[in-house]
């Protein structure tokens, strides 16, 4: 068998009748990523029972989805070289395991101060998965597939931060907090086992050492339109979080103080992470920095509304709305997953193919630092209400929106990410 042509993201050298049996292994890394990532955000409904415990204020207790999410980002860098040198395999394993163990440690601390420094060793081991992840799909899924997996896989990332947190109140309201750190180890056991003996191990080739990955990061990092496709890409997730923990602290006493109603909020925007993914024929209609832009635009307007609103009445007005509510974040939801695939069509477009790696190691910790900066951001103006929380947020996605206008301006792509042939199909078109 012959070698494959390069594909959108970067030269395929896997001879076909080694691919990894795609079905199977897009499935299991798709729920292993909502396992790993989902605990940085299944504190996000455990603040109260976790301030009772450590008697501080549940403002304070955002602080351990913080060091979470800051961990993630630096480890996510450090991962790259790993998983180059070592193998993604081995990476994802090793890396799911050390997860496993620090979560259970998480669940023994009795003051804050221990809790953040567990949640910060969480985060660093469960950013191994993610970096050997994407390399794994680069190299062992077959490329007619090797798109609609990595669609999967930010799709799963995108879905922790709706799903986690509603098991999360489920297993705290049963059996107390400590409970959801406990099932959370039992889960990532059960991902590790699954990854060892289902997902096969990708054939040996040469890697780049760790010294050449960290230059490439350095010269990325060198171009001021990618920064700027950075710096939006840490405004949409963390305006998401942000927005959720304004709920949570300060929102409309019907909502915030009704676990029920926050569980149907947060489900309520799986339906956009299910459906937009499809739609890609029809959103590449529009160039990537207008369709994210345009995104992320609208989301500003639906989350500033519903603050303007808030505030106009006292707080009186949509207090006991659900609807409209769900309508928000659905919208708010929907705007990510456009604006992720588009910075991701944007980065490709303006990189050489050997710099894809490393920009996507960047683009991945930028994201999550600003995830990690939502509830800080949050917590830090819920004494003014929720409505000056909601026009907050709604002033981080402008940002971003901003960002990606200015990082397109008057750029030209230095290649394209869309192909001819039928075998790179993709929902990022």
Known sequence: ??????????????????????????????VTAITAVGQMYSVLALLPQMAATFGVDPAHVTATSTVFGVAYALGFLAAGPLASRFGPHTVMTVGLFAAAVTTLLAALPSTLLLELIARAGQGCAAAAFAPAAFTYIAESIDPRHRLLALSCLTSGFLAAAAVVPVAAQMIAAAAGWRAVFVVGAGALVVATVAVAALVPRAQPRDHPGGTRLFGVLVTILGRWRLV??????????????????????????????????????????????LVIPFLGRVLRRCRPARRGAAAMGVAAMGVAAMGVAAMGAGGSVLSGSLVALSITVLVLVAAIAITASAIVESLLAQVHPEETGGATALYGSFTFLGASAGPALASGVSPWGFGIGMLTAAIWLAIGAGLILFSAAGTVARRSVQHDTDDAVSPLR
């Open 1 to 30: 068998m012959g070698l494959q042509p390069n594909t959108d993201i970067g030269p395929i050298n896997v001879v076909r009748d080694r691919y990894a049996p795609s079905g199977r292994v897009i499935v299991i890394l798709t």
């Open 228 to 273: 700027a496709l950075f710096g939006a890409a840490a405004t949409f997730l963390g305006a998401y979080v942000s927005v959720f923990t304004t709920i949570s602290l300060v929102g409309p006493p019907s909502i915030a103080g009704n676990p029920e109603a926050l569980q149907v909020l947060r489900l309520a925007t799986v339906p956009a992470l």
